[in-house]
T-cell receptor, first 111, second 115 residues
Framework: DTEVTQTPKHLVMGMTNKKSLKCEQH?????MYWYKQKAKKPPELMFV???????INESVPSRFSPECPNSSLLNLHLHALQPEDSALYLC??????????FGPGTRLTVL | AQKITQTQPGMFVQEKEAVTLDCTYD???????LFWYKQPSSGEMIFLIY??????QNATEGRYSLNFQKARKSANLVISASQLGDSAMYFC????????????FGTGTSLTVIP
C-alpha cells in the first residue's frame, strides 16, 4: 500500500460545529504532517508528528487540535472555526523525514 | 530571506517540447534535500523527484530531471517531451537538516501545456 488516504474529501461546517479530519497511511512511515493550503498558495505546515509524538506546532490556533492515535493514523479535530479557515487541508507522511507523500486533501468550507 | 524562490509564476510550453522550471534555495545547513511536487487542479500533491545535498549526480525520474547546481544554490526541474497532463502547479521544496520540521515550499509555478 503506497498511498495516504484522507477523509472526508469535502466538508462544510458552521462556526459552532465540531468535526474531525482523518488521515491514514500503511507505508510504515513514522512521520506525519498536517498542512493548510489556500488557493494558489503553497502549503503551510501546521503540525508534525514523529513516532507518534507532536514535534512541532507552527503556532496554530487552538481551534485546531491534532491527534495521532497510532503510527498509521492522524486526526485533526476542528472546533469553532472561522470562515478564513476555509482551505484545502493536506496530510502527508514520510520515512525519516525524506520525501513526503501527500493525501488527496480535504476541502473545508466554514460558513 | 526566502528559503525557496520560484521566480516564474506562470509558464507556457508547447506539447512535446521541453521546459525548465526555476528554483533557487537558501540554506547554510550542509545537509538538506530538495524536492519537486506537482499539484493538478484536483489538489493532490504528487512527489516527482528528490535531490540530496550530498548527491554527486543530478536526479532523474522518467521525463523529469533535476538540474542541481550546488554552488549557485539552484535546483531547476526539467520536464522533457511535455504532455497535456503536465499542466499543473509545480512546487519546489527543501528539507533543511535531518528533521521534518524544517520543510519549506516555494510559491509555485503554474505550467500550461499548449496543444
Amino acid at each position: 500500500d503506497t498511498e495516504v488516504t484522507q477523509t472526508p474529501k469535502h466538508l462544510v461546517m458552521g462556526m459552532t460545529n465540531k468535526k474531525s479530519l482523518k488521515c491514514e497511511q500503511h507505508m510504515g512511515h513514522r512521520a506525519m504532517y498536517w498542512y493548510k493550503q489556500k488557493a494558489k498558495k503553497p502549503p503551510e505546515l501546521m503540525f508534525v508528528y514523529s513516532y507518534e509524538k507532536l514535534s512541532i506546532n507552527e503556532s496554530v490556533p487552538s481551534r485546531f487540535s491534532p491527534e495521532c492515535p497510532n503510527s498509521s493514523l492522524l486526526n485533526l479535530h476542528l472546533h469553532a472555526l472561522q470562515p478564513e479557515d476555509s482551505a484545502l487541508y493536506l496530510c502527508a507522511s514520510s520515512l525519516r523525514h525524506n520525501e513526503q507523500f501527500f493525501g488527496p486533501g480535504t476541502r473545508l468550507t466554514v460558513l | 530571506a526566502q528559503k525557496i524562490t520560484q521566480t516564474q509564476p506562470g509558464m507556457f510550453v508547447q506539447e512535446k517540447e521541453a521546459v525548465t522550471l526555476d528554483c533557487t534555495y537558501d540554506t547554510s545547513d550542509p545537509s538538506y534535500g530538495l524536492f519537486w511536487y506537482k499539484q493538478p487542479s484536483s489538489g493532490e500533491m504528487i512527489f516527482l523527484i528528490y535531490q540530496g545535498s550530498y548527491d554527486q549526480q543530478n536526479a532523474t525520474e522518467g521525463r523529469y530531471s533535476l538540474n542541481f547546481q550546488k554552488a549557485r544554490k539552484s535546483a531547476n526541474l526539467v520536464i522533457s517531451a511535455s504532455q497535456l497532463g503536465d499542466s499543473a502547479m509545480y512546487f519546489c521544496a527543501m528539507r533543511e537538516g535531518n528533521t521534518g520540521n524544517q520543510f519549506y515550499f516555494g510559491t509555485g509555478t503554474s505550467l500550461t501545456v499548449i496543444p
